[in-house]
Antibody
């Protein structure tokens, strides 16, 4: 059974950097069948895709966050990580990590697809 | 692609049939649309991908349909555990986007 678990500080000060790690069990982060993604959900609101990473380091970012986000992968620990720079109160959210399928076509190249399963999520509050 | 879900919320009773709508601002290529269920305090759970393919373990009372810009999720007979928030997701064009959700209430 594949499980993902987010970890990291629950409170970050404005202008500082948010750092989270997702630990994967029951599957290898070196899987050639999957990307690994981050999604966030502000309290009481909808879902926003942040970015997705392959074990090789290939990454796709949401343009709305690309200038502040960095993803990395650590195959030796079966983990992948998210950093978000210069946070403000609007970055307060539950952050989820998830496994993601992908396909390749000659027309569209790589398409990262649906998320399954998801981690339980971790609430990160940005406040002084 | 902006996904608009309707209605925002609705109240129903167990045993009823419901259809939730997800409308895209542009055509979603190759039917790249998924649906998720999220219960209070839990992570989203994948229900449907590729518009109409049920994920592993999803009961057959859940079905997805649609094409182009109009998609729907139907629950044929509501069970008590189906009362939750439902989100649609576009993955046919970048960036990946989600609808704002439809809340099903008892």
């Amino acid at each position: 059974q594949v499980q993902l678990q987010e970890s990291g500080p629950g409170l970050v000060k404005p202008s500082e950097t948010l750092s989270l790690t997702c630990t994967v069990s029951g599957d290898s982060i070196r899987s050639t069948s999957h990307y690994w993604g981050w999604i966030r959900q502000p309290p009481g609101k909808g879902l926003e895709w942040i970015a997705s990473i392959y074990h090789s380091g290939t990454t796709y970012y949401n343009p709305s966050l690309a200038d502040r986000v960095t993803l990395s992968v650590d195959p030796s620990e079966n983990q992948f990580s998210l950093t978000l720079d210069s946070v403000t109160a609007t970055d307060t959210a539950v952050y989820y990590c998830a496994r993601q399928t992908w396909t390749f076509s000659n027309i569209f190249g790589v398409t990262v697809e649906w998320f399954d399963p998801w981690g339980h999520g971790t609430l990160v509050t940005v406040s002084s | 692609i902006v996904l608009t879900q309707s209605p925002g919320a609705l109240s129903l009773s167990p045993g009823e049939r419901v259809t939730l709508s997800c409308r895209a601002s542009q055509t979603i290529s190759s039917n790249y649309l998924a649906w998720y269920q999220q219960k209070r305090g839990q992570a989203p759970r994948l229900l449907i991908y590729g518009v109409s393919t049920r994920a592993t373990g999803v009961p057959d009372r859940f079905s997805g349909s649609g094409s182009g810009t109009d998609f729907s999720l139907t629950i044929s007979r509501l069970e008590p555990e189906d009362f939750a928030v439902y989100f649609c997701q576009n993955y046919g064009s970048s960036p990946i986007t989600f609808g704002q959700g439809t809340q099903l209430e008892i």
